[in-house]
């Protein structure tokens, strides 16, 4: 099979290499891949930052796309002809996250799928919406999963609540999809009028640029008669994170989901306190939280947005290409070229 694989830590150094060709064995299916997204944590992956957590050579990417091909003796999940989506974590199907469960995990703990196939458990797969192609299934894995896990399993979002989302990243940009589906009002900071303007075709309700008025969470009560929003979607971590706190109602709840702007920053526990906020950190979800999603994607045909495609050998210029922080949604690769 063919694969892009990581020898060592950085862009540059990521290859195209050939590897033995595997059978599905008892549980498992073969899946021919025809598209994969990228996510932040896959450039952190590529650069090292997880340190020696990992072993290379490693195949990045979790989120794809595929068509089962073949599969081994006692599966009943699938069958040959299906069009799934690999799982983020293969092993946690429902309930609370456990240890174990949250290490197989796939282009870290185990190889990616930034290959042309893949040899996966059946309970690492499932069935995707009929009215989205390859790229757009390659979105949901991690993205839109997040998202929806944040702000309707652990959130318990209700319409005309007030949903702030941070950005036009994968997850946000699921995020404004999703609240606008359960019928919330949606605030989108950027510091991109261009992407906020885009962001408000898909729906958001109020814009703030947070470059012209760096205080958003002002902006917020405003939008807001001074209540503050009812969740908070944090991308940015130590950078916006403070922000985000001074945002939110009396019981706000906030979905930690990134450190784009830094890892670390003194907590201010007294305003947790006295505003009783809930914060949660979100690390993707579960199979159960991925099929419930996606039945609420095929009962609204929402579309995931897709900034760019680039082929399978494009591996530098495409993670090159999210580090600029240009992008607007997400940005696939075609696995089946």
């Known amino acids: 099979m063919k694969v892009i694989e990581i020898p060592q830590y950085g862009i540059d150094n990521l290859r ?51 068509e089962v091909i073949a599969v081994g003796p006692g599966v009943t999940r699938v069958k040959a002809g299906d069009r799934v989506a690999t799982l983020f974590f293969q092993n946690w199907i429902g309930g609370e996250p456990t240890r174990e469960a949250l ?42 999963l997040t998202a929806w896990r944040g702000l309707v399993v652990e959130g318990g979002l209700k319409a005309g609540e007030t949903v702030v989302v941070q950005g036009t990243g994968g997850v946000s940009i699921f995020a404004l999809q999703f609240a606008k589906a359960a019928g919330a009002q949606v605030i989108v900071t950027s510091s991109s009028d ?24 002002g902006a917020v009560r405003e939008i807001t008669g001074g209540r503050g929003a009812d969740h908070v979607v944090e991308v940015g971590g130590a950078g916006t994170f403070g ?56 009962l609204h045909k929402i579309k995931p947005v897709i900034d760019k495609t680039f082929g399978f050998g494009e591996a530098k210029e495409a993670l090159s290409y999210m580090a600029g922080q240009g992008h607007f949604g997400k940005i696939a690769i075609n696995l089946a070229a």
């Open 16 to 66: 195209v290499a050939e590897r033995a060709d595997v059978q599905p064995g008892a549980g498992q299916v073969l899946l021919r891949m025809k598209a994969a997204t990228l996510n932040y944590r896959d450039l952190l992956t590529v650069n090292g930052a997880y340190g020696p957590s990992y072993k290379l050579p490693l195949v990045p990417l979790s989120d794809g796309c595929g």
């Open 103 to 144: 290490g197989t995990a796939l282009g870290g703990s185990l190889d990616g799928v930034w290959r042309d196939t893949v040899v996966l458990s059946q309970e690492g797969v499932s069935k995707v919406p009929a009215h989205l192609s390859d790229a757009e299934v390659a979105a949901l894995p991690c993205a839109a």
């Open 194 to 217: 261009e992407k906020l303007a885009r962001a408000k075709a898909l729906g958001a309700d109020h814009l703030v640029n947070y470059k012209k008025t760096a205080a958003w969470s």
């Open 243 to 298: 922000q985000s706190l001074a945002s939110i109602r009396v019981g706000g709840h906030i979905s930690i989901i990134g450190v784009l702007a830094g890892a670390s920053n003194d907590l201010m526990i007294p305003f947790v306190i006295g505003n009783n906020a809930k914060i949660k950190g979100i690390s993707v979800g579960a199979r159960e939280h991925f099929e419930d999603m996606c039945r609420a994607i095929a």
